[in-house]
C-alpha cells in the first residue's frame, strides 16, 4: 500500500507536521519539510509473525531513521537495509557495531537525553522499560523512545511499560505516539496496554494521542490471535476520552495520513 498522496489543501500544511501511520511501530513523521522513520517494518512477514494488514511502500526516501530497540519486529534489518535514505539511522547504546556488522550504515548511537538536529528539527532520546535483549542469541542495547521538535513536537515511545518519569514530558509535546498492544492475544511485561497507555497519556498530557504497535502482526492460524485485532485502539481511546479528556485520539488505519 502507497502513501496517500496531499491533497491540495494539504501541500502548505504537510511542511508543518503529518503523520502516517504505516503499522505496528512503523510510522512516517512529516515535520518542517523533514521526512522521519520510526521502527521501519516493511515486510510481509517477521520470522513467524504475518501481516493481517496492507503492506506498506515508501515512495519517496527519508531523512531519519529511529530505532527504539533492537527487537525483530523493531529492528528488521532487510527493511532498514532496503530503505532509501539521506540522513542517519539513529540508535540505542550499544547498536552501532551490530547494525554495521549486519549492512545498515550511518548508525548513530544515543542514550536518554543524548540529542541530534536533522535540518530544522531536533531529535533527543527519552528513557523507555522494555526488555534490552534481541532474542535469542542477538545482542543487548538499552530501549529508548524519541522526542522530535520543530515548529511542533512528536513523542515516540518505541516499546516501553508505563513508568512516572513519563510526566517530565507533561505539557511539552503536541502529538504522543504510544503502543497499545503487541501481536498475541495478551500482552506482557514491559508494554503498554489500552489502560496503561491511556494512563501515559494523563502524565504526558498531549494534544493529540495517536495508538500504535496495534492490528498489525499475528502467529499464524490455528495459533490462538485476539479476536478483534481493532479492540485495543478503540478501547485506548475510549479510556483516554476519559483520563485526559483534553487530549484528542486519533486512530489510524495502517497506511492512513493525518496532518495536523
Not at 18 to 30: K, Q, R, Y
Not at 120 to 139: E, K, Q, Y
Request: glycine share 8%; net charge positive.
Amino acid at each position: 500500500m502507497g502513501l496517500p498522496a496531499p491533497t491540495a489543501a494539504e501541500t502548505d500544511k504537510q511542511t508543518r507536521l503529518a503523520i502516517t501511520w504505516l503499522g505496528h511501530a512503523t510510522v512516517l513523521i512529516e515535520l518542517d519539510g523533514h521526512r522521519i522513520i520510526t521502527d521501519p517494518v516493511l515486510r510481509n512477514r517477521i520470522g513467524p509473525l504475518i501481516r493481517i494488514g496492507p503492506r506498506p511502500q515508501l515512495l519517496e526516501s527519508v531523512d531519519c531513521t529511529l530505532l527504539s530497540h533492537l527487537h525483530a519486529d523493531h529492528a528488521d534489518l532487510p527493511s532498514l537495509r532496503t530503505l532509501s535514505q539521506s540522513g542517519p539511522v539513529l540508535a540505542p547504546c550499544p547498536a552501532h557495531a551490530w547494525l554495521g556488522d549486519h549492512g545498515v550504515r550511518r548508525v548513530r548511537e544515543l542514550a536518554p537525553g543524548g540529542e541530534v538536529s536533522v535540518g530544522h528539527v531536533r531529535i533527543s532520546a527519552t528513557v523507555a522499560r522494555h526488555d534490552p535483549r534481541r532474542r535469542p542469541f542477538g545482542p543487548r542495547a538499552d530501549p529508548i523512545g524519541y522526542v522530535i521538535r520543530g515548529s511542533s513536537s512528536v513523542y515516540f515511545a518505541g516499546d516501553t511499560d508505563l513508568f512516572l518519569d513519563m510526566a517530565q514530558l507533561h505539557g511539552s509535546v503536541d502529538v504522543a505516539l504510544l503502543p497499545v498492544w503487541g501481536w498475541g492475544p495478551s500482552v506482557g511485561a514491559g508494554h503498554l496496554d489500552p489502560q496503561s497507555a491511556a494512563a501515559a497519556v494523563a502524565l504526558i498530557a498531549p494534544a493529540v494521542a495517536i495508538p500504535i504497535h496495534w492490528g498489525t502482526f499475528a502467529l499464524p492460524r490455528p495459533v490462538k490471535r485476539l479476536a478483534d485485532p481493532s479492540r485495543p485502539a478503540r478501547d485506548f481511546k475510549a479510556l483516554t476520552e476519559q483520563y485526559s479528556p483534553s487530549t484528542e485520539v486519533r486512530v489510524l488505519n495502517p497506511g492512513q495520513r493525518t496532518v495536523l
